[in-house]
């Protein structure tokens, strides 16, 4: 069975920032594409950030510039670090990996864990 194991959730103000953290067993996490989408009530799955085991990243135009993808190979872990989060921010975050290596999309080979809530509010 696949594993995630996902942390960062929390509250923030807008401003502020916060990092998750994933990393997964049963899987070579290292030799794919991993990454985040979010959900946000009432609207539909967006892809956060992606990046390929050679260090391809890309990024929603709206992340651009305040969030970082980054992974660390050697541990099997990605980290997203979110600076200067906004209210529409606010959403489930879910990280996730794909065999099918592709960081514009996520394909239905992708496995992904729980996710992580984050709530960006005053």
């Known amino acids: 069975q696949v594993q995630f194991v996902e942390s960062g959730e929390g509250l923030v103000q807008p401003g502020g920032s916060l990092r998750l953290s994933c990393a997964a067993s049963?899987?070579?996490?290292?030799?794919?594409?991993i990454g985040w989408f979010r959900q946000a009530p009432g609207k539909q799955r967006e892809l956060v950030a992606a990046?390929?085991?050679?260090?391809?990243?890309n990024y929603r135009d709206s992340m651009q510039g305040r969030f970082t993808i980054s992974r660390d190979n050697a541990n099997d872990t990605v980290y997203l670090q979110m600076n200067n989060l906004k209210p529409e921010d606010t959403a489930v975050y879910y990280c996730?990996?794909?065999?099918?290596?592709?960081?514009?999309?996520?394909?239905?080979?992708?496995?992904w864990g729980q996710g992580t809530q984050v709530t960006v509010s005053s």
């Open positions: 049963e899987i070579p996490f290292s030799r794919y594409v």
């Open positions: 990046i390929s085991r050679d260090g391809r990243i």
């Open positions: 996730y990996t794909d065999p099918a290596n592709i960081i514009t999309i996520i394909t239905s080979r992708a496995y």
